[in-house]
């Protein structure tokens, strides 16, 4: 199966960027990089996905290297409120595997004061 | 708009007895998943539907069926429940647009089986 792989644990000063990287060396050419959080026990929520092109939206921005075997999600001004499990996906709906969303174990992000 | 909803949101089951967890969801959406999610872990896929009347079986699918028979709602049992199965179950759903195919995810059921 596909899978992502993550640091499993970083930390990041309140008000300072926080960088989250992901390998994802086996992406095929029609899939997206998602990337979601999980706080405490809540069902996980979107943040931004992006195929090739950096993307940016209200709560985060994605860098996708140019070859897709990895990228980053960037927090800009990380806030305690931050402090989640991050998790990078990758998915496409027209792969062999078509509707099989795997998660790997994510990031732990602590963001300290 | 309700999006994804899980019932029930507790239970407590005994080793050998069964029950039936409903997701329904009121986005249309094609694609259903249920997950697990032990203590310190992360999501595990158990099975996911890509559309009305069809199952298939994700990273650990022991222990479980699954039935779709309304797009709208996906039902995950336990026929015979084990303490193994002791975890908080997430279901999720997304539509299938090619450019925008995110998980909406519902607020969890914590199953305890003793």
């Known amino acids: 199966d596909a899978k992502t792989t993550q640091p499993t644990s970083m930390d990041c000063a309140e008000g300072r960027a926080a960088n989250l990287p992901c390998n994802h060396s086996?992406?095929?050419?029609?899939?997206?990089v998602y990337w979601y959080r999980q706080i405490h026990s809540q069902g996980p929520q979107y943040i931004i996905h992006?195929?090739?092109n950096n993307e940016t939206n209200e709560m985060a921005s994605l860098i996708i290297t140019e070859d897709r075997k990895s990228s980053t999600l960037i927090l800009p001004h990380a806030t305690l409120r931050d402090t989640a499990v991050y998790y990078c996906?990758?998915?496409?709906?027209?792969?062999?595997?078509?509707?099989?969303?795997?998660f790997g174990d994510g990031t732990t992000l602590t963001v300290k004061p | 708009n309700a999006g994804v909803t899980q019932t029930p949101k507790f239970r407590v089951l005994k080793t050998g007895q069964s029950m039936t967890l409903l997701c329904a969801q009121d986005?249309?959406?094609?694609?259903m998943y249920w997950y697990r999610q032990d203590p310190g872990m992360g999501l595990r896929l158990i099975h996911y539907?890509?559309?009305?009347?069809?199952?298939a079986k994700g990273e650990v699918p022991d222990g479980y069926n699954v039935s779709r028979l309304k797009k709208q709602n996906f039902l995950l049992g336990l026929e015979s429940a084990a303490p193994s199965q002791t975890s908080v179950y997430f279901c999720?759903?997304?539509?299938?647009?090619?450019?925008?195919?995110?998980?909406?995810f519902g607020s969890g059921t914590q199953l305890s089986v003793l």
């Open positions: 999720a759903s997304r539509p299938v647009m090619g450019d925008d195919e995110k998980l909406f």
């Open positions: 086996t992406i095929s050419g029609n899939e997206y």
């Open positions: 992006g195929l090739k």
């Open positions: 996906l990758q998915t496409g709906a027209y792969n062999t595997n078509a509707g099989k969303s795997t």
């Open positions: 986005m249309n959406h094609e694609y």
């Open positions: 539907s890509v559309g009305e009347g069809t199952t």
